[in-house]
């Protein structure tokens, strides 16, 4: 079989209210991202950005949340174009933009399996709704929208909801999280390891147990990696750094062992903000990472 990569920009930052967000994918196209990665696939297709354009900040009346019929115009673009890379037999990468991105990334993807996992590589968990979110930033609700909780202008997009069961979602790196989202997760039994666990166990251990728990579960794994998930001194250029993070070595290790388990089948990166960087760091180190998942390796 031809090894195929669709790498699609998606230079959103609708979803929030820090600009910036939305040079992400040129900032990732900088750093060398198809350099990096020619080695490892027979093909790769830069398909581009999907144009987002530069529209005024509206929040819904009846909602609170911000740029809500854009985000759904734009999310129905972004998961055609993912489900026409997923048809085509290629590996569908997105880059980011802001986490509001995975809405469309998910809608594309999952409706190709019959039971899709999800890797939630995070600091946060990105479960409100309009009834919980402090803020009305629908990039901290992206994963809730995934599991069908949200404004049906989001949970219905490419026409069906859930797009992912909760039990199949696998939070790693969490250290901030709303009230609402905590009582979520115990409520809907969605699995995630804070950096206490990843501490306490080490992040191979953590790792071989993600790997066995969706292996055994879903039929497709989707890594959706925010850049905030690591730790800032690592990754500085993002919207909502939060301190005491993954580091750079452990998220490298995280990204070899799913390559060795060979369960990925769909990844975006996101929340690469070059405006809060520092020499572009944030942006190499996600292609650091992408080296990794995809097969890198030193000898």
């Known amino acids: 079989m031809t090894k195929r990569l669709s790498i699609i920009g998606m230079p959103m930052d609708l979803g929030q209210m820090r600009r910036g967000v939305d040079m992400g994918p040129s900032a990732i196209r900088y750093a060398g991202i198809n350099e990096r990665l020619k080695p490892l696939f027979d093909e790769i297709h ?3 950005d999907i144009a987002i354009g530069r529209p005024e900040v509206v929040v819904d009346k009846e909602s609170n949340l911000r740029n809500l019929d854009l985000v759904a115009e734009k999310s129905a673009i972004l998961a055609e174009k993912v489900s026409e890379a997923v048809q085509s037999g290629a ?21 190709h399996y019959e039971n899709i996992g999800v890797i939630w590589y995070d600091a946060h968990g990105d479960l409100n709704t309009a009834e919980t979110s402090p803020s009305g930033n629908i990039h901290g609700m992206p994963l809730a929208v995934s599991v069908g909780l949200g404004h049906p202008m989001l949970t219905e997009i490419a026409g069906y909801s859930p ?29 995630v390891y804070t950096m206490h666990e990843i501490d306490r166990m080490g992040m191979a251990k953590v790792m071989e147990e993600t790997i ?29 750094p939060v301190m005491g993070g993954i580091s ?37 180190c996600a292609v650091a990472l992408m080296g990794s998942l995809f097969g890198e390796k030193l000898l």
């Open 46 to 48: 830069d398909l581009g």
């Open 91 to 111: 590996f569908p990468l997105v880059l980011g933009g802001d986490h509001s991105i995975a809405i469309g990334t998910l809608a594309g993807v999952s409706k």
């Open 163 to 191: 797009k992912v069961k909760p039990e199949n979602v696998v939070i790693i790196g969490a250290r901030s999280l709303d009230e609402g989202e905590r009582e979520l997760i115990k409520d809907k039994g969605i699995k």
């Open 212 to 240: 066995t728990y969706l292996k055994d579960n879903t039929d497709g794994v989707h890594l959706s990696l925010d850049l905030d998930g690591l730790d800032p001194i690592d990754a500085p250029g993002v919207g909502t």
């Open 248 to 284: 750079y070595r452990e998220s490298h290790l995280a990204m070899e062992m799913l390559e060795e388990a060979k369960i990925i089948t769909s990844a975006e990166f996101v929340e690469v903000n070059p405006i809060l960087d520092e020499k572009n760091k944030t942006a190499i």
